[in-house]
T-cell receptor, first 114, second 112 residues
């Protein structure tokens, strides 16, 4: 049971390049989400999904795309990288259902856009 | 939408002292309030959570209190140890929407 796995761990992009951050979970969680973490700003929600085929925007969705074709995978695409997207990105998953449930985070991807 | 404010941003205590971190939320429909601990270079991990039908919850040296009327909740750590040094995040969600909104974090430093 690997939990939530993100790849890559580190990435350097040039302005204007595109790339996909990968996220996979093996816990059969329905809910998956992407956050970015910047100094002094906590974790901000980019996009989330409540199940395969269903995605929605979070607080800071501009410049990012997501899709959820399977329960296990939730990739995050940067369409045209900008220096403002330099950040640490975390994917998380949790069970859905009433009452609130623990979110399990991946190990993070540190992205630098130059 | 929901907005979560967290204070203080940094907190320094001596080993053995207590530490208190406070958060306020704006959406009265929020009903799930977790706390996450993030060690340097690591992923956030849940340490304790509370639901809106409970006023207080304890787990060994950590406790969380919730005041729904005032819309604030707090994390209490007693008998702090150097390994408690980390960044702590509070969060809130309306479980109907399954979206966690995080506070900006508190860096706790416990000195021996």
């Amino acid at each position: 049971n690997a939990g939530v796995t993100q790849t890559p761990k580190f990435q350097v992009l040039k302005t204007g390049q595109s790339m996909t951050l990968q996220c996979a979970q093996d816990m059969n969680h329905e809910y998956m989400s992407w956050y970015r973490q910047d100094p002094g700003m906590g974790l901000r929600l980019i996009h989330y999904s409540v199940g395969a085929g269903i995605t929605d925007q979070g607080e800071v969705p501009n410049g990012y795309n997501v899709s959820r074709s399977t329960t296990e995978d939730f990739p995050l695409r940067l369409l045209s990288a900008a220096p403002s997207q330099t950040s640490v990105y975390f994917c998380a998953s949790s069970m859905t259902g009433g009452g609130g449930t623990e979110a399990f985070f991946g190990q993070g991807t540190r992205l630098t856009v130059v | 939408g929901e907005n979560v404010e967290q204070h203080p941003s940094t907190l320094s205590v001596q080993e053995g002292d207590s530490a208190v971190i406070k958060c306020t939320y704006s959406d009265s429909a929020s009903n799930y309030f977790p706390w996450y601990k993030q060690e340097l270079g690591k992923r956030p991990q849940l340490i304790i959570d509370i639901r809106s039908n409970v006023g207080e919850k304890k787990d060994q040296r950590i406790a969380v209190t919730l005041n729904k009327t005032a819309k604030h909740f707090s994390l209490h750590i007693t008998e702090t140890q150097p390994e408690d040094s980390a960044v702590y995040f509070c969060a809130a969600s309306n479980t109907g929407f399954q979206k966690l909104v995080f506070g900006t974090g508190t860096r706790l430093l416990v000195s021996p």
